[in-house]
């Protein structure tokens, strides 16, 4: 039989290493558009600084996702109102920065 305690403890391992993951993810993407901006300071083009723009968004939302599913595996395995709320912000963090990429990449976010 398995003991309901260490099942909950490995669910809460694979919900950090999960999380882990999509951290990495962000200082990985971070990390390279910041490598980029810095290679491509002199040069002054706006395409450049779209591109790294959109590169970094979509950095930061593929390491939102994996931070959202970590939260939701957290709340399976342990139901809160508290998990709740963390799970709801992050969610919402993550469809304010989908719908701005999403008009970035649509080129309706120029400004006129």
Known sequence: MVDLEMLRQIVF???????????LVVVWGLVLVIKDFLLEFLDDSPKKKVTLRQRLGAYLVLGLEFI?????IKTVASPDWNQIAILAVI??????????????????????
């Open 13 to 23: 391992g694979v919900a950090r290493a999960v999380s882990a993951l999509g951290l």
């Open 68 to 72: 959202i599913a970590a939260n939701i």
């Open 91 to 112: 969610i919402g963090l993550r469809l304010v920065l989908s719908i701005s990429l999403g008009l970035e990449l649509n080129g309706n976010g120029k400004k006129k």
